[in-house]
């Protein structure tokens, strides 16, 4: 069988800074499945092209192309259904959408100005002029006024944003109880992206999010643990 390719972002020293990237390649993992890492630069983006859109993650499973996180862990699901369950029950994934895009769209989203800043350090010199004037647009400030913008203070009001996660773990290892779901990787996927562009701890030791981060980076050999990234 050949290997399942993932294209996945990558900056320098190999950071793998897509969080929708963490997501898709730890389902692969979770599933044991066989795949290999396609590296792509911002300014790569034409070698997407095959996929009819352009961002990543794509994996491409033989002749199947299929682009979006969320969609490639409803692929894989689907298609090795003999192998780990990413998703309890039906009901689950269906509830875990709404998750996905709560988790997206309210707690990345806030975070989201906060790691920008450090993210510049961390991207090729030939993907920087798309980087700046893409993000410029994106948020309407330059990394300057993103970087005077944020203090601690931002910092412990996202950590406190996190009070029902920390509900849902209190007694258990892992959001999906005595092992890790599709929900473990939602937000890991966060907690990847941060630790591979900023040196700023957005999660501290003590916290019992801080404890389940720790065993998520030991999962599968060390998967995520061994990448390049920060280290709190
Ligand atoms: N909803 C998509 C979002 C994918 C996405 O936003 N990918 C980003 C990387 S994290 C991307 O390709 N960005 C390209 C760019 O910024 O030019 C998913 O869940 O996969």
Same mark, same amino acid.
């Given at each position: 069988?050949?290997?399942?390719?993932?294209?996945?972002?990558?900056?320098?020293?190999?950071?793998?800074?897509?969080?929708?990237?963490?997501?898709?390649?730890?389902?692969?993992?979770?599933?044991?499945?066989?795949?290999?890492?396609?590296?792509?630069?911002?300014?790569?983006?034409?070698?997407?092209?095959?996929?009819?859109?352009?961002?990543?993650?794509?994996?491409?499973?033989?002749?199947?192309?299929?682009?979006?996180?969320?969609?490639?862990?409803?692929?894989?699901?689907?298609?090795?259904?003999?192998?780990?369950?990413?998703?309890?029950?039906?009901?689950?994934?269906?509830?875990?959408?709404?998750?996905?895009?709560?988790?997206?769209?309210?707690?990345?989203?806030?975070?989201?100005? =906060?790691?920008?800043? @450090?993210? *510049?350090?961390?991207?090729? +010199?030939?993907?920087? !002029? $798309?980087?700046?004037? &893409?993000?410029?647009?994106?948020?309407?400030?330059?990394?300057?006024?993103?970087?005077?913008?944020?203090?601690?203070?931002?910092?412990?009001?996202?950590?406190?944003?996190?009070?029902?996660?920390?509900?849902? =773990?209190?007694?258990? @290892?892992? *959001?999906?109880?005595?092992? +890790?779901?599709?929900? !473990? $990787?939602?937000?890991? &996927?966060?907690?990847?992206?941060?630790?591979?562009?900023?040196?700023?701890?957005?999660?501290?030791?003590?916290?019992?999010?801080?404890?389940?981060?720790?065993?998520?980076?030991?999962?599968?050999?060390?998967?995520?643990?061994?990448?390049?990234?920060?280290?709190?």
């Amino acid at each position: 069988m050949t290997k399942i390719k993932l294209y996945e972002l990558v900056g320098l020293d190999e950071r793998y800074m897509s969080p929708f990237c963490w997501r898709a390649k730890m389902a692969l993992a979770h599933k044991k499945l066989d795949f290999e890492i396609v590296p792509i630069k911002f300014t790569e983006k034409h070698k997407l092209k095959f996929s009819d859109q352009e961002q990543v993650p794509v994996i491409v499973d033989g002749e199947q192309v299929v682009a979006d996180s969320w969609s490639i862990a409803c692929y894989l699901e689907d298609t090795y259904s003999d192998a780990a369950s990413l998703f309890t029950s039906e009901d689950q994934r269906r509830l875990l959408r709404v998750f996905n895009h709560w988790f997206d769209e309210i707690i990345t989203l806030k975070l989201f100005p =906060l790691v920008l800043p @450090d993210n *510049f350090d961390v991207v090729y +010199p030939e993907d920087m !002029d $798309y980087y700046i004037e &893409s993000r410029r647009q994106w948020t309407g400030k330059t990394r300057e006024e993103l970087t005077q913008d944020r203090s601690e203070d931002d910092f412990i009001a996202w950590r406190a944003s996190l009070a029902p996660l920390r509900e849902q =773990l209190n007694g258990f @290892d892992y *959001f999906g109880g005595i092992s +890790p779901n599709f929900q !473990d $990787y939602i937000v890991f &996927s966060t907690f990847m992206w941060a630790r591979a562009v900023s040196p700023w701890p957005i999660i501290k030791p003590g916290d019992i999010i801080h404890d389940w981060r720790e065993r998520m980076l030991g999962l599968y050999d060390g998967l995520a643990g061994k990448t390049t990234g920060y280290h709190y």
